[in-house]
């Protein structure tokens, strides 16, 4: 896959996981900084790493399958994986200045 198209793919998932929510947090998953690594390999299949708010968080069982479901509606994307990780934890250091802006923060 040439790196324009893997560029355009990377960059229409993140718009697509912008549209995501933590139920708890009023800032989506991208701007809160729960996204660690988004790759696209050469069949085309996304694999994104990603953590949570807390390792007992609420959705630790559906967000990763609305991410997957969410960025399997992207055309030219053949498939979706998505990996939890704890390794860094989060914090809010992670989010961006946008959602610490909305969260009150800065």
């Not at 960059?11 to 696209?40: F, R």
């Not at 708010?53 to 559906?62: G, L, R, Y």
């Amino acid at each position: 896959m040439d790196h324009e198209k893997t560029l355009d793919l990377g960059n229409q998932i993140i718009d697509k996981l912008k549209t995501v929510y933590d139920p708890e947090i009023p800032v989506n998953i991208y701007d809160l900084g729960l996204i660690y690594n988004i790759s696209i390999d050469e069949q085309s299949v996304a694999h994104i790493t990603m953590t949570l708010t807390a390792p007992n968080c609420p959705v630790a069982e559906t967000l990763p399958v609305e991410v997957e479901e969410i960025v399997m509606t992207i055309d030219g994307i053949e498939g979706c994986k998505v990996e939890i990780t704890f390794d860094p934890p989060w914090t809010k250091d992670m989010m961006s200045e946008e959602a610490m802006l909305d969260l009150g923060f800065l």
